[in-house]
Every structure is written in C-alpha cells, then in structure tokens.
C-alpha cells in the first residue's frame, strides 16, 4: 500500500525556519518524481514545487523560489521541504504527494504550519 | 504562468442530477488536465488524469472531457458521497498551477 506522511509541522514565528519531511512507503521511492502543495485555510490549492528521481531536476513555483527548498533522501525513502522566512501567508496545510506520467496519484494526509508570533 | 479559471466556485444540486464543472486554460496545455476531489479535512484525491482519463477504482459516473481551452468534469447520478470540493490542474507548463476550486452540494 502507498503511504505518505508528512512530519514537521507546527507554531513557528515570523522570520523563522522550518523544515517538513515526507516518509514514502510502499512503492519504489527512487522511481518517482515528488512533490509539495499547500493549501492555505479555506483556500485552493497551490503547487510549490517538484522534484525528481534523482534530485538533478527540481521546479519550483516562482513566488516561492527563494524562500522554499525541496530534497529528497532516497536511501531513507523521504522527501524534504526546507522553508525560510516564514510569513503569516505561509500558514497552510502541506501536502507532499507523488507524480509520474499521471500526476500526484498518490497524496499524503497534509501538515499544518502556522506562522504566527 | 498558466491561468486555470475554473467555474462555478460552488453549486447545489439534488441526488440523481448530473452535474459539470469547467477550467478554461488562459493558453495551450494539451491534455495535461487532471481533476481532484477533497473532501473535508482530507487530501484530495486523483479523479481523472489526462482531460478524460478516469483513475483506477473512480466511478464510472465521473466523466471528463476537452473542448479546445475548456476542460469539464461531468459527474452522472450524484450520489451525497460526491460532496466535496473538486480542483483541477494543468500540469503542462511549469510552474504547474491548479484551479480556484468548486464545492459541490448535494441537497
């Protein structure tokens, strides 16, 4: 069974730092490509970036280039999204989800970050 | 970037009816379309990838469909299992972007 679980979330301040994680389980990892949505409170959804099998392509969406760092471990089957400069417009669910020809077949259940003093 | 304009943002309909919702694409994205149910406090979930084709294990009541810039998901026979909200997505062009939503009702 494909399993998705994010990890990470929580209360952080404005300014700071913050790094989520995405452990994959029962499928191949190093097959796929990944990715990372959020979805803001009582709004759709937003795609933030993916990355791909062997961490040589990585696409972001251009508002949060520099700000936002997607990785991925293939030996610990987990992707990583490292956030910096966090603002209260950050405050989301995060969503890491994987994609091949058929796109983000597979979602994991979402961690919420607030940004908040 | 990629528009994704996607109509309603919500509707109501009654058990039995059919139902459509649309994307218009502000350029060319092929059949790069996919749709998503969410249903609240989960993660949404692949309905149909490709503008018209339907992921393993959906109901055959979920249909979708491609009219040059227009993309629509047609749900047959709604049943209250199918309220939620619907998304879809262009995954053509990076960045990749989604639709505004639509919540469906069922009365």
């Known amino acids: 069974e494909v399993k998705l679980v994010e990890s990470g979330g929580g209360l952080v301040q404005p300014g700071r730092s913050l790094k989520l994680s995405c452990a994959a389980s029962?499928?191949?990892?190093?097959?796929?490509?990944m990715g990372w949505v959020r979805q803001a409170p009582g709004k759709g959804l937003e795609w933030i970036g993916e990355i791909n099998q062997d961490s040589s392509t990585i696409n972001y969406t251009p508002s949060l280039k520099d700000k936002f760092t997607i990785s991925r471990d293939n030996a610990q089957n987990t992707l990583y999204l490292q956030m910096s400069k966090l603002g209260s417009e950050d405050t989301a669910i995060y969503y890491c989800a994987r994609s091949s020809i058929i796109p983000f077949d597979y979602w994991g259940q979402g961690v919420m970050v607030t940004v908040s003093s | 970037d990629i528009q994704m304009t996607q109509s309603p943002s919500s509707m109501s309909a009654s058990l039995g009816d059919t139902v459509t919702i649309t994307c218009l694409a502000s350029?060319?994205?092929?059949?790069?379309l996919s749709w998503y149910q969410q249903k609240p406090g989960k993660s949404p979930k692949l309905m149909i990838y490709g503008a018209t084709n339907l992921e393993d294990g959906v109901p055959s009541r979920f249909s979708g469909s491609r009219s040059g810039s227009d993309y629509s998901l047609t749900i047959n026979s709604l049943g209250y299992d199918d309220e939620g909200i619907y998304h879809c997505h262009q995954y053509y062009e990076y960045p990749f972007t989604f639709g505004s939503g639509t919540k469906l009702e069922i009365k």
């Open positions: 029962g499928f191949s990892f190093n097959d796929y490509w």
């Open positions: 350029q060319d994205i092929g059949n790069y």
